[in-house]
């Protein structure tokens, strides 16, 4: 894929638009766009969101030949892309089918290989007593929303987000995680908002420059317990120190237990809810709101998503809820929903309606089509989605699928350098439709590798579409 590119420097479309003429001039002045702004690294997709905005809002004030004008220069620009090899279409988009076999390793993902083999492990964990008020270092993570149970790398140089890791260290390894879509970086919005404790697992610490203050920190956690923030403050070393509130969890009891006779379970093929004749309720009742029950539909739902391992998930309630809900590809908004919940069973009937309900994922931006729900399959054994960092110490929840639809495009070359996937090389795409950055193409550098390629999704980059039919849960 790469030995057919031209060497050079890489350009966007608005870089080479600089480079047309204009009003009869040439412009000798050429940015040059590195192949780690192609890579991993964020694009910067919410300030392109506001400068789009500011477009928008003084469409009135452009001339109409301005317009014109502008839109030829789009063209011309991405034409330009194209001959140089840095903006081609997915040809394999639309027309992959389901792998029948997997050769790759589940368990490689979660070990996070690309953050190196030299980080300090921790033991032990942490909990706090449900109700308790206490103060956390705070870190806002945009379109991050944290669950309990679900492991969230750091790869950071960033001097507020550094000291905040580094007070946790201090006290009990733990970080409170709050999600940036709801709050601005410096807080503000954040009161009563719910985020999950974060139990720094392992670490690294390197003084990259000492005389400057420059550290970087990686890192790995888990998410242990939610909590809802009373107030916040400023560090003297800038970090977001909070006071939060351990929330409880509510885990709802077997009601028909005290009437149900011990001979009646002893019974082969024993109906749990038979005793339910002797309640003012019928026993479909029951059922609706059973934990076991709505496990079992869960998993019911989960057939269609190939990989995920159903014998290896958690049998609790609670925890099994809160994976459901990490896995999800819903928006930050519908997934800071589920976290607040505090039943499991309202937490499992609520996904279970979006999980039956979704069937498409579209691009955030455009609402382009890109992918079926039933394209989804899981390469790890978290599941199809999971969280990862890049370079520049950036987040991405990414969704694993065996096959996107035509409306997307590669950019850039493959590259294995930092590959969250080890043996895969990673391309990065983007929306054809609005060039929104969408997530990466994974290629498998040797032939025995299965599959032989897949696709990783952003889940900010995503929103589902649902089924207006209601489902009966």
């Known amino acids: 894929m790469a030995e057919n590119e031209p060497d050079g420097e890489e350009l966007n479309a608005d870089e080479v638009r600089n480079l047309l003429p204009e009003n009869g001039e040439n412009d000798d002045d050429e940015e040059s766009f590195g192949e780690e702004d192609l890579g991993l690294n964020d694009d910067g997709e919410e300030e392109d969101e506001d400068e789009d905005e500011d477009e928008e809002d003084s469409d009135d004030d452009v001339p109409e030949g301005e317009h014109r004008r502008g839109g030829i220069l789009d063209v011309f620009a991405n034409l330009l892309l194209r001959r140089w090899g840095r903006l081609q279409r997915d040809r394999d988009a639309g027309s992959v089918e389901q792998p029948r076999q997997i050769t790759f390793d589940p368990t490689l993902p979660s070990t996070h290989a690309y953050l190196g083999d030299d980080l300090e492990e921790y033991r032990g964990r942490v909990f706090y007593q449900e109700g308790s008020v206490m103060r956390l270092p705070l870190i806002l993570l945009r379109g991050i929303v944290l669950m309990p149970g679900e492991t969230i790398p750091f790869q950071m140089s960033h001097s507020v987000l550094t000291s905040a890791l580094r007070a946790a260290m201090a006290r009990d ?123 079992k539909r869960v998993l019911h739902e989960l057939r269609d998503w190939p990989g995920v391992v159903t014998t290896s998930l958690p049998s609790d309630a609670a925890t099994f809820s809160y994976w459901l809900a990490s896995q999800l590809p819903l928006d930050s908004l519908r997934k800071l929903h589920l976290l607040s919940l505090n039943s499991p069973v309202a937490r499992l009937r609520e996904s279970l309606d979006l999980l039956s309900r979704c069937s498409k994922l579209c691009c955030s931006n455009c609402r382009a089509h890109i992918a079926d ?38 950019r850039g070359r493959p590259s294995t350098e930092n590959s969250w996937f080890p043996g895969y090389a990673w391309t990065v795409i983007e929306c054809a439709q609005c060039s929104r950055h969408l997530g990466w193409k994974f290629t498998a550098v040797a032939s025995s590798l299965k599959p032989e390629k897949f696709w990783g999704l952003t889940r900010e980059a995503l929103v589902p579409t649902f089924d207006e039919s209601e489902v009966e849960v």
């Open 173 to 295: 390894r733990t970080v409170g995680i709050v999600t940036d879509r709801m709050a601005n970086g410096e807080g503000e919005g954040m009161r009563g908002l719910v985020g999950t404790t974060a139990e720094i697992t392992s670490m690294k610490l390197a003084e990259s420059d000492v005389v400057a203050g420059f550290m970087e920190i990686k890192a790995k956690a888990v998410g242990r317990q939610r909590f809802r923030v009373h107030n916040f403050r400023r560090a003297l070393d800038g970090h977001l120190d909070g006071e939060v509130e351990i929330l409880p969890e509510f885990n709802e009891v077997d009601t028909l237990a005290p009437i149900r006779p011990d001979w009646h379970m002893r019974r082969k093929q024993a109906d749990r809810f038979g005793c339910a004749v002797y309640t003012h309720h019928a026993r479909w009742l029951y059922r609706l709101y059973d934990a076991e029950e709505l496990r």
């Open 373 to 410: 729900r039933s394209h989804v399959f899981s390469l790890s054994t978290q599941g199809p989605s999971q969280a990862f960092v890049n370079p520049g110490g950036y987040v991405h929840e990414t969704l694993t699928l065996y096959r996107v639809e035509s409306g997307v495009r590669l």
